[in-house]
């Protein structure tokens, strides 16, 4: 098993109390698997990517572990973590094409980056390059400046930069979001090929667009309000949901040739609860077109056929 997550609970500290971001998270990602975490803004994604490579203030670690490749990931000590970020497990952070610093040229960049964590640079230098040229890009990159790449020649060398060491786990949060179409795609593609190339073992990939995750995921993660809801191969996510969000989160994409003055494409009524002090029992009763009473209580994630999870008292 590449990573195993079990019961994370994460909160954010404010003055007005925790924020709970994260409450109660399981679940396994195997060797070679792309898993795609997907759901509404504020359900938690990038909390759930951030704290498995640096959980720091206002984050608390609240309850629950992780493992990688079989050993503890020590998320709650930043520290001990240091041996495992970007040798072992890497994240392309959302935004990561602003979080190039503007005022050193890439190679300054990458050469500062690998000395930290004990690598030299011309060691590493013709790797660099073939995988520059991989994604499409010419090596004089390496003598540019950030500000003078486009955002998908940014995003890629991004990719290129935190996939170097050959990470066990890389988190790709919204690595495609500011991209236009044709440049998403591709920038997908690339991911899938760096895991098929043995440049990453396992990947997550956190995202809003469940079309992207169609396309490359093998797996798909649906989170709400800070809770996983639903976890399944991706085909079975997409054709066959059985949590009532998944199903409503699925049935308002839009699909190819359907022509929507035809057909109205409908989104969920209602809006996420508040993490600061969320509901009782199940978090999307409020939303839910099949609440009943047993909804008061936390419905249990349930392996309803072979590696397809639901928390739903519905279905359950
Ligand atoms: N630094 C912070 N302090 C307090 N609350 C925070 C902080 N960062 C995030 N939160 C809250 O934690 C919850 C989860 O946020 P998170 O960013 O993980 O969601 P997300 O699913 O990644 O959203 P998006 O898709 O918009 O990036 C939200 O309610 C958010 O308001």
Redesign the pocket.
Known sequence: MSLSVDGLRVY???LKGD?K??DGVSFDLRDGEIAGIA????????????SLIMLRL??KLVEGSASLDGSPLPIGDQRKMNDFRYKRISIIP?YAMNALNPTVKLKRLISDLLACHGVGYEKTLPELNRRLDLVGLDSSVLKMYPVELSGGMKQRAVMVISTLLNPSLLIA??VTSALDVSTQRAVAEMIVEFRDKGFVKSIIF?T?DISILYQIADSILI?YA?KLVERAATEVIIKRPVHPYTKMLISSLPEVGVHYTDKRLKGIPGKPP??LSPPRGCRFKDRCPIAFEKCEEEPPMVEIEPSHWVACWGVN
Request: aromatic share 4%; charged share 15%; with cysteine.
């Open positions: 954010y500290q404010t924020i971001a994260l759901g509404e803004s504020g359900c938690g994604k990038s909390t759930l990517s951030n206002p984050m959302q949060d919204e956190v809003h989170m800070g508040q993490l």
